[in-house]
């Protein structure tokens, strides 16, 4: 069965550093999807980019997030200036294009700011 | 109020025990209703999608109710490998209709 892949599993970094979080999606899908999540709270919209382009983003995700898909099969979210409130679950997740379609999530990088 | 509100739980329940988790949604706009299953440090995964002529998966049923924005689940004869937490989505039909909404959950625990 087809699935999200994401690297690293574990990302561990100094304030202010920049990180990458990379992502191979279905290959058939679309829609492309960042969410994040702190310990213990729930899962938060960051991100959705369609067609090469941002089609949405929260209000979390400002300046310093930016996202990317390089090539065919990767989708990346980077973070330029890293922030202790930035350590959480980050989770990729990709869909069909269509209204209800399923979201399937990868397993996540979980990142921990110093 | 919270996009989506859910029992705040931990419900602990023995093997085999009925378990119902009552979820409800502030923008009556919201276009489509999820439930998704997350285990301790995994990622969400689609449980089911709900309909608002009710449906059912096996030993799960879930229903709508658009007009008191109102979803639940209901879990039969528990299984030990149904503990995880139980999430409520919902994505809204204005501003990008494939944004998932998540409650915060509610955690399952069945014991033998």
């Known amino acids: 069965e087809p699935e999200v892949t994401q690297t690293p599993s574990h990302q561990v970094t100094q304030m202010g550093q920049e990180v990458i979080l990379r992502c191979v999606p279905i290959s058939n899908h679309l829609y492309f999807y960042w969410y994040r999540q702190i310990l213990g709270q729930k899962v938060e919209f960051l991100v959705s980019f369609y067609n090469n382009e941002i089609s949405e983003k929260s209000e979390i995700f400002d300046d310093q997030f930016s996202v990317e898909r390089p090539d065919g099969s990767n989708f990346t979210l980077k973070i330029r200036s890293t922030k202790l409130e930035d350590s959480a679950m980050y989770f990729c997740a990709s869909s069909e294009e269509g209204l209800g379609k399923t979201q399937y999530f990868g397993p996540g990088t979980r990142l921990l700011v110093l | 109020r919270k996009e989506v509100e859910q029992d705040p739980g931990p419900f602990n329940v023995p093997e085999g025990a009925t378990v119902a988790f009552n979820c409800t949604y502030s923008n009556s706009a919201s276009q489509s209703f999820f439930w998704y299953r997350q285990d301790c440090r995994k990622e969400p995964k689609l449980l089911m999608s709900?309909?608002?002529s009710g449906n059912e998966d096996g030993r799960f049923t879930a229903q709508l109710n658009r007009a008191s924005q109102y979803i639940s689940l209901l879990i039969r004869d528990s299984k030990l490998s149904d503990s995880a937490t139980y999430l409520c989505?919902?994505?809204?039909?204005?501003?990008?209709?494939?944004?998932?909404?998540f409650g915060a959950g509610t955690r399952l625990a069945v014991h033998p």
């Open positions: 989505v919902v994505t809204p039909l204005s501003g990008g209709y494939n944004k998932l909404i």
């Open positions: 709900v309909y608002s």
